[in-house]
Protein backbone atom coordinates (compact mmCIF):
# COMPACT_ATOMS: atom_id res chain seq x y z
CA UNK A 1 0.00 0.00 0.00
CA UNK A 2 1.58 3.79 -0.55
CA UNK A 3 1.30 6.23 1.71
CA UNK A 4 -2.20 8.01 0.30
CA UNK A 5 -4.07 4.46 1.34
CA UNK A 6 -4.68 3.79 -2.24
CA UNK A 7 -3.51 -0.01 -3.12
CA UNK A 8 -1.71 -0.79 -6.40
CA UNK A 9 -1.65 -3.96 -8.23
CA UNK A 10 0.36 -5.51 -10.63
CA UNK A 11 -1.16 -8.04 -13.44
CA UNK A 12 2.13 -10.09 -14.63
CA UNK A 13 2.61 -12.12 -17.68
CA UNK A 14 2.21 -14.92 -15.91
CA UNK A 15 -1.55 -14.36 -14.13
CA UNK A 16 -2.62 -13.07 -17.76
CA UNK A 17 -1.28 -16.55 -19.22
CA UNK A 18 -3.75 -18.59 -16.91
CA UNK A 19 -6.63 -17.20 -17.84
CA UNK A 20 -8.43 -19.26 -19.73
CA UNK A 21 -10.87 -18.81 -23.32
CA UNK A 22 -12.99 -20.82 -21.12
CA UNK A 23 -14.19 -18.78 -18.53
CA UNK A 24 -15.31 -15.42 -20.57
CA UNK A 25 -17.74 -12.21 -19.36
CA UNK A 26 -20.12 -13.81 -21.46
CA UNK A 27 -20.24 -17.20 -19.84
CA UNK A 28 -17.88 -20.29 -18.63
CA UNK A 29 -17.63 -23.83 -20.70
CA UNK A 30 -16.77 -26.93 -18.57
CA UNK A 31 -15.03 -29.74 -19.88
CA UNK A 32 -15.97 -33.06 -18.18
CA UNK A 33 -13.64 -35.52 -17.17
CA UNK A 34 -14.26 -37.77 -19.48
CA UNK A 35 -13.47 -36.02 -22.33
CA UNK A 36 -9.98 -34.86 -21.33
CA UNK A 37 -9.61 -38.84 -20.40
CA UNK A 38 -10.49 -40.21 -24.05
CA UNK A 39 -8.37 -37.08 -25.33
CA UNK A 40 -5.61 -38.14 -23.14
CA UNK A 41 -6.22 -42.00 -23.68
CA UNK A 42 -5.87 -41.34 -27.31
CA UNK A 43 -2.85 -39.06 -27.46
CA UNK A 44 -0.40 -41.60 -25.48
CA UNK A 45 -1.79 -44.17 -27.59
CA UNK A 46 -0.82 -42.55 -30.69
CA UNK A 47 3.01 -42.47 -29.62
CA UNK A 48 5.39 -44.93 -30.72
CA UNK A 49 5.97 -47.51 -28.22
CA UNK A 50 3.38 -47.56 -26.53
CA UNK A 51 2.01 -51.20 -26.32
CA UNK A 52 -0.77 -50.18 -24.24
CA UNK A 53 -3.05 -48.28 -21.80
CA UNK A 54 -3.58 -49.42 -18.47
CA UNK A 55 -2.32 -52.06 -16.10
CA UNK A 56 -2.94 -55.60 -16.01
CA UNK A 57 -6.05 -55.74 -14.49
CA UNK A 58 -7.12 -52.78 -17.19
CA UNK A 59 -6.17 -54.25 -19.80
CA UNK A 60 -7.64 -57.80 -19.01
CA UNK A 61 -11.25 -55.93 -18.32
CA UNK A 62 -10.89 -54.26 -21.43
CA UNK A 63 -9.93 -57.28 -23.49
CA UNK A 64 -12.86 -59.11 -22.14
CA UNK A 65 -15.03 -55.95 -22.93
CA UNK A 66 -14.34 -55.53 -26.71
CA UNK A 67 -15.26 -58.99 -27.20
CA UNK A 68 -18.58 -58.65 -26.39
CA UNK A 69 -20.80 -58.07 -29.39
CA UNK A 70 -21.47 -54.08 -30.36
CA UNK A 71 -18.93 -53.16 -27.08
CA UNK A 72 -16.75 -49.96 -28.06
CA UNK A 73 -13.09 -49.48 -27.40
CA UNK A 74 -12.60 -47.84 -23.80
CA UNK A 75 -9.88 -45.06 -24.89
CA UNK A 76 -10.02 -43.36 -21.59
CA UNK A 77 -8.37 -46.90 -20.05
CA UNK A 78 -5.44 -46.19 -17.59
CA UNK A 79 -6.34 -42.87 -17.38
CA UNK A 80 -7.06 -41.21 -14.61
CA UNK A 81 -7.35 -36.79 -14.80
CA UNK A 82 -8.61 -34.14 -12.73
CA UNK A 83 -10.49 -31.26 -14.15
CA UNK A 84 -10.72 -27.97 -12.67
CA UNK A 85 -11.98 -24.59 -14.31
CA UNK A 86 -9.19 -23.83 -16.42
CA UNK A 87 -6.50 -26.39 -15.67
CA UNK A 88 -5.86 -30.44 -15.69
CA UNK A 89 -3.30 -33.07 -14.45
CA UNK A 90 -3.06 -36.25 -16.08
CA UNK A 91 -1.83 -39.92 -14.61
CA UNK A 92 -1.64 -42.47 -17.25
CA UNK A 93 -0.59 -46.19 -16.43
CA UNK A 94 0.80 -48.21 -19.93
CA UNK A 95 2.75 -51.06 -21.28
CA UNK A 96 5.96 -50.33 -23.57
CA UNK A 97 7.33 -52.08 -26.25
CA UNK A 98 10.49 -53.67 -25.44
CA UNK A 99 13.76 -52.00 -26.45
CA UNK A 100 12.18 -48.73 -26.21
CA UNK A 101 14.05 -46.00 -24.10
CA UNK A 102 11.57 -45.35 -21.73
CA UNK A 103 12.31 -42.16 -20.53
CA UNK A 104 12.16 -40.78 -24.35
CA UNK A 105 8.82 -42.94 -24.29
CA UNK A 106 7.28 -40.93 -21.45
CA UNK A 107 8.96 -37.40 -22.47
CA UNK A 108 6.84 -37.99 -26.19
CA UNK A 109 3.66 -39.02 -24.50
CA UNK A 110 3.77 -36.03 -22.13
CA UNK A 111 4.30 -33.89 -25.22
CA UNK A 112 1.66 -35.40 -26.97
CA UNK A 113 -0.61 -35.40 -24.13
CA UNK A 114 -0.61 -31.89 -23.22
CA UNK A 115 -0.27 -31.05 -26.98
CA UNK A 116 -3.67 -32.56 -27.41
CA UNK A 117 -5.30 -31.66 -24.14
CA UNK A 118 -4.32 -27.77 -24.30
CA UNK A 119 -5.53 -27.25 -28.35
CA UNK A 120 -8.09 -29.13 -27.88
CA UNK A 121 -10.37 -27.85 -24.62
CA UNK A 122 -8.07 -24.79 -24.00
CA UNK A 123 -7.33 -26.58 -20.51
CA UNK A 124 -4.19 -25.77 -19.25
CA UNK A 125 -2.31 -29.24 -17.76
CA UNK A 126 -0.32 -28.58 -15.44
CA UNK A 127 1.14 -32.11 -14.91
CA UNK A 128 0.84 -35.78 -16.76
CA UNK A 129 2.43 -38.56 -14.90
CA UNK A 130 3.43 -41.70 -16.52
CA UNK A 131 3.70 -44.90 -14.71
CA UNK A 132 5.33 -47.81 -16.68
CA UNK A 133 3.51 -50.87 -15.45
CA UNK A 134 4.97 -53.58 -17.96
CA UNK A 135 7.60 -54.17 -20.95
CA UNK A 136 5.56 -55.96 -23.92
CA UNK A 137 8.02 -58.66 -25.25
CA UNK A 138 7.99 -59.85 -29.19
CA UNK A 139 7.20 -63.70 -27.61
CA UNK A 140 4.44 -62.11 -26.30
CA UNK A 141 2.39 -62.09 -29.40
CA UNK A 142 2.72 -65.63 -29.80
CA UNK A 143 -0.09 -67.72 -31.05
CA UNK A 144 -1.70 -70.19 -28.32
CA UNK A 145 -0.19 -73.43 -29.14
CA UNK A 146 -3.20 -75.44 -31.13
CA UNK A 147 -5.22 -77.86 -28.94
CA UNK A 148 -4.28 -81.38 -28.96
CA UNK A 149 -7.09 -83.86 -30.04
CA UNK A 150 -8.38 -85.85 -27.45
CA UNK A 151 -8.10 -88.89 -26.66
CA UNK A 152 -11.44 -90.18 -26.15
CA UNK A 153 -15.11 -89.26 -27.32
Known amino acids: ?3 SGTTVTSTSPTVRSRQS ?3 TPEGSTTIADTVVSKIAGIAASEVSGVHALGGGTARALGNLRER ?3 ARTNYSQGVSVEVGDTEAAVDLDLVAEYGVSIADLAEGVRRNVIS ?3 RMTGLHV ?8 D ?3 P ?3 APPPAPQEQRVQ
Not at 126 to 133: A, D, G, M
Open 68 to 70: IPG
Open 1 to 3: MSE
Open 135 to 137: VHL
Open 139 to 141: QDD
Open 116 to 118: AVE
Open 126 to 133: VEVNVTVN
Open 21 to 23: ALV
